[in-house]
């Protein structure tokens, strides 16, 4: 399979079942409605985890444009593939969002609260403060790719089986310490390619898709990528 491909679809799955979950949690009538934020933070990251075993052998899986960024910082990808890494990431990404569209197709309806609704494709502040959500994005991109670094050193002793479901530990681990500000989007894949179908999908009563607040889930996890990744490359040469 193409490397770009195997992203598409790798990012795709990642958000079928991230966003999936949300939906599930936040939408009327829906059979986990109202089981809150453990829920959403374990189904998001055993949505990575299973994400990473399906295309990881294939693309490396990074499935976030943060992480591919990150690498080709520091010498660990090519920059030449990142925008086509990046591209099929946001496809992969709005694919997947209008996929769990049609799984709930009959609750957007049933749902009269349109904030609900845009959550379930994309990231929004608890407090609207530019600098603080900012600040929070970087903090979590850069413990994300610090950590998927950390977990695929070779000199942990990690076997490469397991390295996919440490990732989707890390990713768990980051939402329930870190997800209460900004509701951590740390990729901005999984919040644009969403935000665009939240923007384009006859969704009834769904308001505006936020696109004010919308660059710093993009913005925000590409420099937190970028620390994340320096900061292990000077201390974990």
């Known amino acids: 399979m193409n490397v770009y491909l195997a992203e598409l679809i790798g990012t795709m799955i990642l958000i079928i079942l991230g966003d999936g979950v949300v939906a599930n949690v936040v939408l009327n009538k829906s059979k986990g409605q109202n089981s809150g934020w453990i829920v959403i933070t374990t189904g998001w990251g055993l949505a990575v985890a299973v994400a990473v075993y399906a295309v990881g052998w294939i693309s490396g899986a990074h499935i976030n444009p943060a992480v591919t960024v990150g690498l080709a910082a520091i010498g660990q990808f090519d920059w030449g593939m990142v925008p086509g890494y990046i591209i099929a990431q946001i496809v992969g990404a ?90 951590y989007a740390i990729n901005p894949a999984r919040d644009l390619g969403p935000r665009i179908a939240h923007q384009l999908l006859p969704i009834p009563g769904k308001g505006d898709s936020d696109w004010a607040y919308g660059w710093i889930p993009v913005v925000a996890p590409i420099v937190g990528g970028v620390i994340g990744a320096l900061f292990y490359n000077i201390f974990w040469p």
């Open 94 to 183: 709005f694919l997947g969002a209008v996929i769990v569209w049609l799984a709930y197709l009959p609750h957007w309806e049933a749902t009269e609260d349109p904030g609900a609704k845009l959550a379930v494709f994309s990231t929004g502040p608890a407090i609207r403060n530019t600098a603080a959500n900012f600040i929070t994005e970087v903090i979590g991109t850069a413990v994300l790719v610090g950590g998927v670094l950390w977990i695929g050193n070779a000199n942990n002793g990690i076997g490469n089986g397991l390295g996919p479901l440490l990732v989707g530990f890390l990713v768990w681990s980051i939402g329930l310490s870190l997800g209460g500000p900004t509701g």
